[in-house]
């Protein structure tokens, strides 16, 4: 029944494991329990233990849903793990399941691998989800949504301010959210001062602000935020791919932007977030395509001097910033 079998994928856990937990509240209309629902985790379990659980009737229920999560055997995904799967078993449960349980499966992936007989099977014989990231419109949505839940709402600037912080990441909107909750108390509205005091900036926002602090020629500001990452354990040879990834990304944008495409074309185009592609296209405004390659080339230099120098390696990041 390809009804009962439901495969939901893509590259944000998070994302995944709310549009399962929404088709399993909506088949389990009663609410779950030991009777009525069982967990996979395919790192840890073979396969056949799922599917014999699916094929077993429900005991004290009418409803019985099998979850099987880090279902990677639909990937590409190498896992050096002891565990023996069995994918002609799998193959011949999709083809042939006729039952009334529900089973879902959840791939951490935004592709799965087409080459595999496997794939091709789930195609024909199961409902397949692709859950992509939210745009920046559909998070504000959700946080409002989210909040509303809680009888608690927020303004805009706040909303503004928390999304500069976080970034369009749902784990983190989601862990930084109950957070303000818990901060605010009994408060119904979270303001700005709210957001500034209590939520943490994300690595990705960080080095985004570095990158914007370095092009802008804040050095001061630049070598500051430098020190406050390597504080939290960040690695400099980390900090420098970042910052070259972001650098990479203006060229892309700018290039693309000087052909008249939009936000949301320059975002497909190059394979990244549209939040990200509007932050950079802010930054470049006044950059030339020339200024632009030559830092991706100081990028390049830096890199292989911190894999082979006996130099200081958070000097020769500070070294870096002074030298763009």
Known sequence: MKDNIVLNYGAVDALIEKKSNEIINQYLKEGRDEFNYAKYDL??????????????????????????KNAYLFTGEKVN????????????FIEQYDGDTLVVFDVSNEKLDERKKLVKTVKKNATLNKIEQMSEQEMKQWIKSYLNEQYKDIKEDALVAFLELTGIQFNIIHAELEKLILFIGDEPVINKKDVTEI???????NVFLLTEYIQ????????????????LKEEPIKLLALITSNYRLYYQCKILAGKSYSEQQIAKTIGVHPYRVKLALRIIRNLSLERLLKTIDICADTDYELKSSYMDKVLILELFILKI
């Not at 599917?51 to 849903?65: G, M, N, Q, R």
């Not at 939520?199 to 926002?205: I, M």
């Not at 500001?221 to 020190?227: T, W």
């Open 199 to 205: 939520v943490s900036r994300s690595l990705e926002q």
């Open 43 to 68: 790192y840890e379990t073979p396969i056949s233990n799922a599917i014999e659980e699916a094929l077993t009737l429900p005991f004290l229920s009418d409803k019985k849903v099998v979850h099987i």
């Open 81 to 92: 793990n002891s565990i023996n799967h069995s994918t002609d078993a799998l193959l011949e």
């Open 216 to 231: 802008k020629g804040k050095k001061e500001k630049s070598i500051e935020l430098l020190k406050d990452l390597i504080n």
